[in-house]
């Protein structure tokens, strides 16, 4: 769903993204792996996921939910100071030491 539910937000050039539309699957049991599973199963192809984490949970098989098809557009934004599971595709960026502290 939308309207802070999680879903898509779509940015075009030149906008800011509407950020009462992200979610967190924190504490569940799936891990990293239900908003690839949502991509999958809403035929989406994104040109960028953002996925933001602190990398405690399970990480999505880059051989499902049809990721190998944007595997390369992926970025696991960390919020953490340590990798607890590594992403096993994309790239990876940490948040700023001021965010964390």
Known sequence: GINGKGGI???KK??????SKWVTTGGNN???????????KNNIKPSVF???TDTGGEMPD???YGSSKFKDRVVWFLCGKHIYNQPPFG???WAPKKVLD
């Open 50 to 52: 953002i996925y933001l």
């Open 14 to 19: 030149g906008q800011k993204p509407d950020f």
């Open 62 to 64: 880059p051989n499902k």
């Open 30 to 40: 799936k891990g990293c792996i239900p908003p690839f599973d949502w991509v999958e």
């Open 91 to 93: 790239k990876i960026m």
């Open 9 to 11: 937000d779509i940015v």
